[in-house]
């Protein structure tokens, strides 16, 4: 490592308050070293992975670090600060600062030596030397894992070795053996881990280390697969067999998760892996004895994560709803599209035209269009079941399938629309959840995923639905219709505002997925309300604002944005164009007190215009490619202009300001640094 870190890269009397400040100042230490060649541009990546989750640590340990194309080797500096810096930790300020700089391209072992050095932070004689250490030279030589009697390092380097001798075990599986394997009729209870973060640099290896240290504390046998930066080495099948349960900390999706099927599980974010391992291990040991298995393929998920140990009630929600919208949204598209071309093909009677089984001719575009109608019709018909049955797999796995999508179609049989859907997901994910939790025999586990838990749930949701809640469901939906058919004016108006902040809001997070599927539940139907097409315009026109903005930001102003931003910026017009928001979310994650406002007060006009206009959508998706299909289609494309025209004046303004601040302009005496300075924005909002 001798090469990755130096005195110069060492600030034992870091001044910094902010932990963006403390970035600086050691990034400034790298540019000086020629490691980064554009400050501004590296800091903005390292807001960007800071904004994906805070980087600090329990017992006072900061690492903000990235992957950036603006590094030229890997470094790594460090920076000891009295007062201590909040970097999200939730036992307080860091006052040991460790900034990782990783290129784009960075080679498998200058990352397995950082991902050591993340190993050895879990060290507490390690921390407590470094807050003692005298000089910078000898901190250096501490982390790079130098012998005390030759702090220096050599001219060969030599540093890996060292490295991998203070400890810190191998990044691509390490095993935490007991002394008991001696008595095989005694044998630990074994685990097999799975730690991954969105760079893997640090948080994957750090994960690791602690769920290795509790386990030997514990006199549990601990395996850990790190799903790194570096690559992964996969864990032997033999051990993954032998495995009484597993734990996975995780903040990016675990490769081939189907491995770990059919054992006691417990699935935490990563930093849950750093600062509390001991309660995972007794947690998937508590499963183990209850009898708790995942049951087929559990890895298809996309929201990885749905209700970790510690998390709030409103954090869990919002994750369950999340993964069964996750799943609709492919049904809306494709079904919404299909009919809105039929309409567009054989005109608003196509919905009349007799099923296409009894009357197809190959000649007739009417024949053609009631085709295309009549399958978006049957895609449609699977949004609530969907909804519903995808609801209760983000609460419990693959047996929450089966009730969720009875429980779902029910809700659609009694008319009780999304409403419905949404409470038979979330019931049938409780009642699973509630079955799982009794202690049953060892010798009917493995009927109940297959057999048990589908016929005692669906049994039961079918009844709530079917009996108890489904006509108070049904009645709520029928008067939420009866209102939005009944706006008009100024009400109408507002509403299109309100949906214009939403969608703006978090760029395709929860709030703008509510925003969302409240509009395309109102055109879920074989002939929607004229009331319901208006709000899907709106919503629509809205989500198009933020990255068509930042775009012609980045097109009129380009000195205001980095090189990165610049690139990203060409991208966002056709992400714009296609009505993709996310598009937004890189110039969002790097200055987001500028950028979300003024994309909410664009989608705010946007919608309000569009409403104004009286524009109409059948179609859920598809940005400018589907504007034959508007009603009002240039009046449409005047709302949305005068959205994006907002949000890229507000933008310009406000970075302009922030260009002017006190403080930005070099210092006399800088010489050729200050105009490349001048040329970029901080990151600190």
């Known amino acids: 490592m001798s090469d990755m870190i130096t005195a110069d890269l060492v600030d034992l009397d870091l001044s910094a308050d902010t932990k963006e400040a403390a970035a600086r100042a050691l990034a400034e230490r790298m540019v000086a070293l020629g490691r980064v060649t554009d400050l501004d541009g590296f800091l903005a990546d390292v807001a960007a992975r800071e904004a994906q989750m805070p980087t600090g640590l329990d017992g006072g340990i900061g690492i903000p670090h ?13 920076g ?22 990783a290129p784009a391209g960075a080679d498998d072992a200058h990352l397995t030596i950082l991902s050591s050095l993340a190993r050895q932070l879990m060290n507490t004689e390690f921390t407590d030397a470094l807050r003692s250490v005298g000089d910078a030279a000898a901190a250096a030589a501490l982390i790079r894992g130098d012998e005390p009697d030759s702090a220096e390092p050599s001219a060969e380097g030599g540093s890996e070795d060292t490295v991998a001798s203070a400890g810190a075990a191998s990044p691509a599986a390490a095993t935490v053996t007991d002394d008991s394997e001696d008595a095989p009729e005694e044998r630990p209870f074994r685990i097999v881990a799975v730690t991954s973060c969105p760079t893997g640099i640090a948080h994957t290896y750090m994960a690791a280390e602690s769920l290795e240290n509790a386990g030997r504390e514990a006199g549990v046998e601990v395996t850990v697969e790190t799903q790194g930066s570096a690559g992964f080495t996969r864990l032997d099948p033999e051990i993954i067999a032998a495995a009484d349960g597993v734990i996975f900390a995780h903040d990016v999706s ?40 995942t049951s087929g393929s559990p890895g298809a998920t996309p929201v990885e994560r749905t209700g970790d140990s510690g998390e709030g009630y409103g954090t869990k929600l919002r994750k369950w709803l999340m993964s069964g919208v996750s799943y609709m949204v492919p049904f809306v598209a494709a079904g919404g599209l299909l009919i809105a071309l039929g309409f567009a093909i054989g005109g608003y009677k196509v919905n009349k035209a007799p099923s296409v089984m009894d009357h197809f001719l ?24 969907v909804l519903a049955g995808y609801i209760a797999y983000g609460m419990a796995d693959r ?31 409780g009642v699973v959840i509630a079955i799982q939790k009794v202690n049953i025999p060892a010798a009917l586990r493995g009927i109940m995923p297959v057999v048990v838990i589908p016929l005692i749930s669906s049994a039961i949701v079918g009844f709530l639905m079917f009996v108890v809640i489904g006509k108070p469901i049904a009645e709520a939906q029928k008067g ?16 299109g505002t309100l949906l214009g902040l939403m969608m703006c809001f978090d760029l395709g997070g929860p709030v703008n997925k509510v925003a969302y599927t409240f509009a395309t539940a109102g ?11 208006k709000i899907m315009a709106a919503v629509m026109a809205a989500g198009m604002v933020p990255p068509l903005a930042m775009a012609l930001a980045t097109t009129v102003r380009g000195k205001l944005f980095n090189a990165t931003e610049r690139e990203n910026g060409k991208a966002a017009w056709v992400l714009g ?109």
């Not at 000891?80 to 990782?100: Q, V």
């Not at 055109?523 to 097409?533: L, Y």
């Not at 709302?639 to 949000?647: D, F, Y």
């Open 66 to 78: 990235c992957r950036s194309e603006h590094v030229t080797e890997p470094t790594l500096a460090f």
């Open 80 to 101: 000891r600060s009295s007062d201590g810096i909040d970097f999200g930790a939730t036992d307080g300020p860091a006052d040991l600062i460790f900034l990782i700089a």
């Open 254 to 293: 675990v490769r081939e998760k189907d491995r770990f099927a059919g054992k006691p599980t417990v699935d935490v974010g990563v930093k849950a892996g750093i600062n509390r391992p001991a309660e995972l291990i007794a947690e998937v040991r508590e499963k183990a004895a209850r009898g708790e298995v």
């Open 362 to 385: 190959w000649t007739q575009a009417d024949s053609w269009a009631a085709l295309l109608f009549q399958i978006g019709g049957v895609a449609f018909g699977f949004l609530v079941p």
């Open 399 to 429: 047996p929450g399938l089966v009730p969720g999508f009875v429980g779902g179609s029910i809700a659609l049989t009694i008319n009780a629309g999304f409403l419905g859907g949404l409470a038979a997901g979330l019931i049938a994910g």
């Open 480 to 495: 939420m219709t009866d209102w939005l058919n009944s706006l008009s004016g100024a009400n109408a108006i507002l509403l």
């Open 523 to 533: 055109i879920a139907v074989s002939d929607p309300s004229d009331s319901a097409m």
């Open 577 to 685: 164009a296609s009505f993709i928001s996310e598009g937004a979310i890189p110039f969002a994650a790097a200055d987001p007190l500028r950028v979300i406002p003024a994309s909410m007060a664009g989608g705010a006009i946007t919608g309000a215009l569009s409403m104004a206009f009286g524009a109409t959508l059948r179609a859920p998706h598809g940005g400018i490619f589907v504007v034959p299909l508007i009603g009002n289609p240039l009046l449409y494309l005047v709302a949305i202009a005068a959205g994006v025209c907002v949000t890229t004046a507000l933008v310009i303004v406000l970075k302009g300001m922030r260009k002017q601040a006190p403080g930005t302009t070099a210092a006399p005496g800088e010489g050729a640094a200050a105009p490349a300075a001048e040329s970029k924005q901080p990151v600190a909002a």
